[in-house]
Each structure stands twice: as structure tokens, then as C-alpha cells.
T-cell receptor, first 113, second 113 residues
Framework: NAGVTQTPKFQVLKTGQSMTLQCAQD?????MYWYRQDPGMGLRLIYY???????DKGEVPNGYNVSRLNKREFSLRLESAAPSQTSVYFC????????????FGPGTRLLVL | GDSVTQMEGPVTLSEEAFLTINCTYT??????LFWYVQYPGEGLQLLLK?????DKGSNKGFEATYRKETTSFHLEKGSVQVSDSAVYFC????????????FGAGTQVVVTP
């Protein structure tokens, strides 16, 4: 049981490049989330998926898109990366016996030059 | 909207000292409250939680009590160890919604030998 996994762990992009951050969970959770973490700002929600087939915007969605590929996988895409998107990105999932708790992946550290 | 305020860090302590991290919240409903811990280079791990007023969450020597009258969920540990050095996040989840979390900004704790 790996929990929530994220790939890649670290990525460097040039401004304007695109990339997709991958997230998968093996806990059969319905809900999945993407956050970004910036110094002094805690975690801010980018997008979430309350259940398979649905996605919705969070607090800071601009410049991102998401795809809930199936119940396990929830990807985050940067179409044209900007330096302001330099951050650490966390995926999380929620569901099962502890409905109120979110479980986090190890994060992807992204640097946009 | 819902919000979480926690004390700013860094908090620097000597080993075996008493730790308190203050957390207060604003919520319209009856949220669940959480403390997450983030060790260097890792994702967030659930430390403890409380789902209703007067509940006490505890784990690894840490405790926090859900105080509805003061809208607080302060984290305490009686005797910290160097291994407790981490960033601690207070968070709430509005049970009436789709599980959205609101995080505090995080408090860095540094424990010295």
C-alpha cells in the first residue's frame, strides 16, 4: 500500500515550457486535491476532484489544468510555465474510513527559470 | 470564509522543553480540526485530529483540544526531542462541504540538543 505517489520529485523548466505532474493513490479514495506550497503561505488549493469524473477550481487555479483520469489518478498540467509557478506541489486524497482526513504525497519541487 | 491563524515561527527550543503552538480558527459550520507535520523534504503527515468540540487529539506525545468557545486548537508537547524539528500546520475541514481544507501558514519548530 503506497498511499499517494507523485512524479517527478523534482523538475526544472524554462519559461513557456509545459509539463504534467502525475499523482496516483491506491486507497480507493473518491476525492483528490492539488496544492502548492510557498514560503510563509501554507498550502493553497489549486484544483480538486470530489469524485471520478468531476474537477473544480480551488483558490489559485490560474495557469493550471487538471485531469481526473480515473479513480486512482489526478494529473496537474502547466501549459506555459512561468517563474511565479516555482513552488512545491502536493497531491492529496481523501475518503475511506477516515472521511475527514486528507493524505498527502511526498511532493514535486518545481523550478521555473 | 473559513480561515486558520497560527503563530509565526521559527520556534527554537532546547531538547526536553515544553512546546506550544497556538492555532485559532474561523468557520461558519462545525469543522474538523487537524495538525499536520512536515519533516524536511517530505510531504505532510497527519499528526492528530479532533472532529467535534472538547475532543482531544493525541499522537506521539503531542496533544490538542478542540475548544469551540475560544475557537482554538493549540498543539502541545511536554518534552520535545531533536527529531520533532519540523514544520507544523494547523488545518480545518468544513464537514458540510466537499472536504475542503483550510491550512494555516505553518510554524517551523527547531529543537536543539
Amino acid at each position: 500500500n503506497a498511499g499517494v505517489t507523485q512524479t517527478p520529485k523534482f523538475q526544472v523548466l524554462k519559461t513557456g515550457q509545459s509539463m504534467t505532474l502525475q499523482c496516483a493513490q491506491d486507497m480507493n479514495h473518491n476525492s483528490m486535491y492539488w496544492y502548492r506550497q510557498d514560503p510563509g503561505m501554507g498550502l493553497r488549493l489549486i484544483y480538486y476532484s470530489a469524485s471520478e469524473g468531476t474537477t473544480d477550481k480551488g483558490e489559485v487555479p490560474n495557469g493550471y489544468n487538471v485531469s481526473r483520469l480515473n479513480k486512482r489518478e489526478f494529473s496537474l498540467r502547466l501549459e506555459s510555465a512561468a517563474p511565479s509557478q516555482t513552488s512545491v506541489y502536493f497531491c492529496a486524497s481523501r475518503g475511506g474510513a477516515h472521511q475527514e482526513t486528507q493524505y498527502f504525497g511526498p511532493g514535486t519541487r518545481l523550478l521555473v527559470l | 470564509g473559513d480561515s486558520v491563524t497560527q503563530m509565526e515561527g521559527p520556534v527554537t527550543l532546547s531538547e526536553e522543553a515544553f512546546l506550544t503552538i497556538n492555532c485559532t480558527y474561523t468557520a461558519t459550520g462545525y469543522p474538523s480540526l487537524f495538525w499536520y507535520v512536515q519533516y524536511p523534504g517530505e510531504g505532510l503527515q497527519l499528526l492528530l485530529k479532533a472532529t467535534k468540540a472538547d475532543d482531544k487529539g493525541s499522537n506521539k506525545g503531542f496533544e490538542a483540544t478542540y475548544r469551540k468557545e475560544t475557537t482554538s486548537f493549540h498543539l502541545e508537547k511536554g518534552s520535545v526531542q531533536v527529531s520533532d524539528s519540523a514544520v507544523y500546520f494547523c488545518a480545518l475541514s468544513d464537514q458540510g462541504s466537499w472536504g475542503k481544507f483550510q491550512f494555516g501558514a505553518g510554524t517551523q519548530v527547531v529543537v536543539t540538543p
